[in-house]
């Protein structure tokens, strides 16, 4: 299952935290970057943070606090190529978190989901660049020799400008893998409620059921998250 985006061209805040990785002098980086993200007391669980860069290019991964509305992100990890981010721990519970790349040409790719992390689990957070921009991947590896995708995602922007999108205009891949029409080419694409869905069912016709028995889904329909840097 993939996601895609476009580029951008400002960093932000949250860019602060990966060009203090690049910039000779900590003087030159003018945004003071998100604070340390810190798990809140109670069950936890664990997150491994890896990269797939090309030279020059830095990847992050930060924690909202405000996880409902996407605000006031905390540095869960920083990495670059050949260095990849410390595990650390999460609190079990609701959140979202951003992927944030600096590519080769100092433009960036971000994309953001939520999820529901359970206590005692490991999860692995993956950022890979590609020719368009970046590609992100959510997998719980708590079996690290059968990882699988994370269920309990939910993708909060949709590719392009609109950041954030409302929880409850998105849908997790576990709700989208009971959806014949997840499937297809076109609705397995962005894992967020599309038009077609609306308009899906004549005017008065009753609704769809869903199946009782559906299509089994496999690691490769739902292993990736796929953004275009900005």
């Not at 203090?20 to 945004?31: I, Q």
């Not at 949709?158 to 849908?171: E, K, M």
Request: with cysteine.
């Amino acid at each position: 299952m993939f996601i895609t985006g476009v580029r951008r061209g400002q960093a932000g805040a949250i860019g602060a935290s990966l060009l203090a990785l690049l910039l000779v002098s900590a003087c030159a980086n003018r945004v003071p970057p998100p604070p340390i993200y810190k798990p809140p007391p109670g069950p936890r669980a664990t997150v491994v943070m890896r990269g797939e860069v090309k030279p020059g290019e830095t990847f992050g991964f930060f924690v909202f606090q405000d996880g409902q509305n996407c605000k006031q992100p905390q540095e869960l990890g920083v990495g670059r190529s050949g260095v990849d981010p410390a595990t650390v721990s999460i609190g079990a519970r609701f959140v979202t978190v951003e992927m944030f790349m600096l590519l080769q040409d100092r433009k960036s790719c971000r994309l953001i989901w939520s999820f529901e992390p359970a206590a005692g689990r490991k999860y692995l957070m993956v950022a890979s660049s590609t020719l368009s921009g970046c590609r992100g991947n959510l997998l719980d590896a708590t079996d690290p020799d059968h990882p699988i995708a994370e269920r309990s995602l939910r993708r909060r922007d949709d590719g392009t400008t609109r950041q954030c999108i409302p929880l409850a205009q998105t849908h997790t891949r576990a709700e989208l893998a009971t959806d014949a029409r997840a499937h297809s080419e076109d609705d397995a694409d962005l894992p967020i409620p599309s038009d077609r869905q609306a308009k899906r069912a004549p005017s008065g016709a009753a609704p769809t059921p869903t199946p009782a028995r559906p299509a089994p889904v496999t690691e490769d329909d739902l292993s990736d998250l796929k953004g275009s840097s900005q």
